[in-house]
């Protein structure tokens, strides 16, 4: 079950099985420390019979299912505990459309998980907090967040891992050299750097998305530069295929963990297999790679500031973009020279680079502390995003075993396919919207 910015989460290992996982996201330990200080308060869900019939009116269907007003207040208040940024009824909504897709898909396949299961998630979730299920529970009714609402949030994580389990984890192949070849590279001294071309296909509509993942498999087969360059400059509608796709030198652990387990084991003019960004597929191929004495980091934390200007790629919107740009040196700058912005407008986060937005992230890897992005928009179009790197943070490595390795690459191609599979499944479904009603 996804909690996160687009997806922005998916709970790992609810259960203690070392089969095939999906990343932990950064806010569970955020969580923790609300939950153990007691930080939060909120006044207890409430409602007269009017305002309760009204909590069980419709706000989305999604193919036969109903997300209702009372699941939607439901999720915003969870995410109100959670210190979520942005718009939390626009996110809680995302949430609940995904994990609606999710439990239709767990159903079809026929995964159903068991009571056992279940319970077992909820104690290792709750585990993680030192709380047991019946204290959590307290905690957050102190918030009118009912079980019921945590039960489903758990189990739905555990259905939608055993979907991708069913459908992939036998087709998820390691080999023995793809597993000497990033054990080399975690240890000191072994950190690698990539030169890779792009191509960004749109999918703005349902329609788009089928059209360009076709595409990129089509593209996926090329195997020399200069027809991938005159692909770039052809059909990608990302700002590089000016320079015909081209990027700079780039450090792997910039890239978010799942695009990275695609690109690592590319031999030079080869291409990646399609990949799902915001309203969009992208396809990769490596130019060359290099090791550089800098260690291979375990993991990278990254900070980042989004400001959302009106007006999308107009002049007037890029204009304002440069005025800020040559006014501002660090993040903390832009809340000087933007004093007036809104938490949505203006947002800054810290997080792991396997939970940020995949094209968030693909565009701070080509960035240093300090420079701005602005070649994305909001999903709308009607926003320009200026982008800033504030900070990267490396974890250096530990001595790792090959079973490790061979277990994080698994995961990270699970990652990547558990992504695609849900923008088919909402590129296909018929989805009714009832909110601004």
């Known amino acids: 079950m996804t909690m996160s910015r687009s997806d922005r989460t998916m709970v790992k290992r609810m259960n203690n099985s070392r089969a095939c996982t999906l990343p932990e996201p950064r806010w569970i330990q955020r969580l923790a420390a609300i939950l153990m200080t007691g930080l939060f308060v909120l006044a207890p869900f409430s409602a007269g019979p009017a305002m309760a019939q009204d909590l069980f009116a419709p706000v989305k269907k999604i193919n036969d299912r109903v ?75 102190q918030a009118g967040i009912a079980p019921e609402t945590f039960r489903d949030f758990v189990s739905g994580g555990i259905a939608w891992r055993g979907v991708v389990r069913a459908r992939w984890a036998g087709r998820v192949q390691v080999s023995d050299d793809e597993v000497d070849r990033q054990l080399a590279l975690t240890r000191p001294g072994q950190g690698v750097r990539v030169l890779l071309s792009e191509i960004i296909l749109p999918a703005q509509t349902p329609a788009q998305l089928q059209a360009s993942n076709a595409q990129a498999s089509e593209l996926s087969e090329i195997t020399t530069l200069p027809a991938f360059a005159a692909a770039a400059r052809q059909y990608s509608v990302a700002p590089s295929r000016e320079r015909s796709g081209r990027l700079q030198w780039m450090d792997l652990s910039n890239l978010p963990p799942a695009v990275a387990a695609q690109i690592l084991p590319l031999a030079p003019g080869h291409v990646s297999d399609p990949i799902p960004v915001n309203n969009g597929v992208a396809v990769f191929q490596m130019r060359a790679i290099e090791e550089i004495e800098t260690p291979q980091p375990t993991d990278v934390t990254v900070d980042y500031a989004t400001l959302l200007l009106p007006g999308g790629r107009t002049e007037a919107a890029l204009g304002e973009a440069a005025n800020i740009r040559a006014k501002a040196d660090t993040c903390d700058d832009l809340y000087g020279i933007i004093r007036d912005a809104s938490p949505e407008q203006l947002q800054r986060e810290t997080l792991s680079i396997g939970e940020i937005p995949t094209n968030y992230a693909l565009e701070l890897a080509k960035l240093d502390e300090g420079e701005v992005s602005t070649n994305l928009t909001s999903a709308s179009g ?16 530990e001595e790792v075993s090959r079973d490790d390795i061979k277990l994080r690459l698994q995961n990270q191609r699970l990652q990547s396919f558990a992504n695609a599979y849900l923008d088919e499944l909402k590129a296909a479904a018929h989805i009714e919207d009832y909110s601004d009603q």
């Open 67 to 141: 997300i209702t007003a009372y699941e939607l207040s439901q999720r915003m208040a969870f995410l109100t505990i959670l210190k979520a940024p942005g718009n939390l009824r626009q996110l809680a909504l995302e949430q609940l459309t995904n994990e609606a897709l999710q439990r239709q898909a767990a159903e079809n396949a026929d995964v159903k998980p068991t009571a056992e299961e279940i319970l077992a998630g909820m104690e290792e979730f709750t585990g993680r907090f030192n709380l047991d299920v019946e204290a959590f529970n307290n905690i957050i009714s």
């Open 382 to 397: 009607q926003n320009l995003v200026f982008l800033m790197l504030c900070s990267r943070t490396r974890d250096l490595p």
